[in-house]
Each structure stands twice: as C-alpha cells, then as structure tokens.
C-alpha cells in the first residue's frame, strides 16, 4: 500500500474513534430517537437540546458532527435520520443491531486507563462497575435477535418441542433478557436463570417483575447449573458466556447431569477465527478488539476449535455446529433416550 493511501486509511481510523463517541451519545443521550420520532419533517439542534434536556451549544456541535459523519443528515438546519441507521442503532430485536456493540466498545474502554499496566504485569483488572455488565447486556441483545431470528430457524424439532412446554436453564444469564423473551415466545416453558453477578441477578428479577413472569422464570446466584439439578431440563442455554467460566468443560459436564433424557445443551457464541486471513476483514478488526478487552479482564474469547475440546473434556459427544449468516456459532448437543 503507498505512503498516501496507509495515511488515509490510517486517519479514516482515528476518525472511526469519533464517530464511536457520537454514536454513544447519540444512543445514550436519546437524540438518535429524539431525531427518529421527529420524522421526514426533521428537528433543529436547538429543539433536540431542549426535547431531550441537554445543553445546546454541546448538542450543536454534535449535530454537525454526526452530519459530517454520515450518521443523520443537517439539511437547512434541520436533523434527519435515515430508516436504515435508524433501525441497526436502535432496534434491538433485529440481528443486524449494532448500537449495543457501540455503547459496548466506548463502556469497555473507559477501563482502559489500566490497560498499559496490563501489558507490563499481566495482571487483569480485578473488577468492573456495574456499567460494563450493563454494557454487556446491550451488547447481547443482538445475540438474542441472533437466536431467535437464525438459530432456531435452522432448528424446527427444537422449537416444537419447546412449543409443547418444558424447563429450561440459562447459564450466566446477565441481566435475564433472553428469559424474558423465551417465557414470551414459548409460553409453557419454566425458565431459571444462573448468574454469579449480584447486581446483574438484581437486574434480572427487577426486570422479570416487570414483565410479570415471576410465576415463570426464578434467578439463582451461581455458576452453573447446581449438583442437585439431575434430570431436571429439557435445555440448558449459554448465550456469549461459556467461554467466560473459569472452567468450561466442568460447567458443561455438571449441564449434561442436568439434562432430561431428550434435553439439550446449546452454547451461542462469536468464536475466533481459526486461521490468521480470517483476521483480516472487518469481522476480524471487531472481534480483535473485543479478545483485548477479554484478556484484560481476565478471560477470553474462543475458536471454534477451543469449543470442541471443552465438549470432549467433558465426556460430552461431538457437538453439531452451525454457523450462523452473522457470524455467531450455535454448538448443539441432544442427550438421547
């Protein structure tokens, strides 16, 4: 690559760095919805300062900024925003949703500060606030759009089955989203959720309070489905967590003691690339990115390859794989008859 087009691509970089800031705070502040529920007749900065409560002279600037981004469009001084930004940014239940990966990679970072310290001891962050789990629960929303829109397509037994009522667990469930959205979609099910994190558990049960299944869905404090859970699932769900847990085969064996005969065990997950090309794409830039973040907190993101041997070590069978169209993984095992 010559020297002008390394420079270009280089500066188009640094400027992506910006535009993550102003997609955050356009997502955080309200102003992506605010210009959103304005429609085709467009809002002035002035008005979007005093809709959503903020001052003026910063929500200006941010205006201009994200027109220069590409972001929304300022047009005779009114703001709008295209259908299709419009929906990866703000609609949560699409597959294609990336405005939890955006507050997601601003949140991660703001911990950076002890990242060089990292690199000279090697000793991972000792602890997150509460922002980054919460972080995480925005980030994953698109996981659940991921299950629901393509995993379980490719999986009709599994969705009649669960059509007809059962007990399922949710390993390191966060902030109980995908519970809430399973207890919905699939109305005889119980669901228990399993999450080591106080305040994610407390997210959770405030949240299913809300939603009004309580009846239906109950939180543990744990790591993995308990010793005395023999028999008792018909599926046992990890959702961008198995390869979080400090020992993924020993979760996985305790989750197959805990499988009904028929039950399964499904992991959904964004492995790595198992080969160096596979890096280099887009895909590739994000998930780098996130396995740093990963091992600066003391865990890390997996291949393919990795997942197979944990179901081994595990005295598991050969997990069926199917690769998703956005790039996720879902590793299937059935504990037959």
């Known amino acids: 690559m010559a020297n002008d087009d390394r420079f270009d691509d280089l500066i188009e970089s640094l400027g992506g760095f910006h535009r993550t800031w102003l997609v955050y705070l356009g997502l955080e502040l309200g102003l992506f919805a605010a210009i959103r529920a ?9 008005d979007l300062a005093g809709s959503t409560g903020h001052h003026r002279p910063a929500v200006e600037t941010w205006a201009w900024a994200v027109d220069a981004h590409g972001l ?22 699409r597959a294609d949703y990336l405005g939890g990966q955006f507050v997601h990679a601003v949140v991660a970072s703001m911990d950076w500060d002890g990242m060089s310290e990292f690199f000279r001891s ?41 059509s007809r009522g059962g007990r399922v667990a949710d390993v390191h469930c966060g902030g109980g989203r995908w519970l809430v959205a399973m207890a919905r979609r699939f109305p005889g099910l119980e669901l228990v959720g399993v999450e080591s994190e106080s305040d994610s558990v407390a997210r ?19 790591t993995s489905t308990s010793t005395a859970d023999v028999g008792a699932y018909d ?18 064996r305790r989750a197959w003691t805990a499988l009904k005969p028929g039950g399964r065990i499904l992991v959904l ?14 895909h590739g830039e994000l998930i780098a990115g996130v396995q740093l973040d990963e091992l600066f907190q003391g865990t890390a993101l997996a291949s393919r390859e990795e997942f197979e041997a944990w179901f081994a070590a595990a005295g598991l069978p050969v997990p069926e794989e199917l690769e998703l169209p956005s790039g996720a993984t879902a590793f299937l095992v059935e504990r037959h008859a």
């Open 204 to 222: 959770a049960r405030t949240a299913i309070a809300e939603a009004g299944l309580a009846d239906r869905i109950s939180i543990r404090e744990g």
């Open 72 to 93: 929304v469009v300022l047009d005779d001084g009114r703001l709008t925003l295209d259908d299709a930004v419009a929906g990866i940014l703000l609609e949560g239940d």
């Open 122 to 162: 090697g000793e991972p962050i000792r602890d997150r606030p509460d922002r980054y789990r919460r972080a995480i629960e925005r980030l994953t929303r698109q996981d659940i759009a991921v299950f629901f829109q393509e995993a379980l397509g490719l999986l009709p037994q599994l969705v009649a089955d669960l």
């Open 269 to 282: 997950d964004w492995p790595l690339p198992s080969r160096r090309e596979e890096f280099r794409s887009r």
């Open 235 to 252: 599926l046992v769900y990890f959702q961008y967590a198995l390869h979080q847990l400090q020992d993924p085969a020993d979760v996985l």
């Open 38 to 46: 304005a429609g085709q007749a467009g809002i002035t900065p002035g």
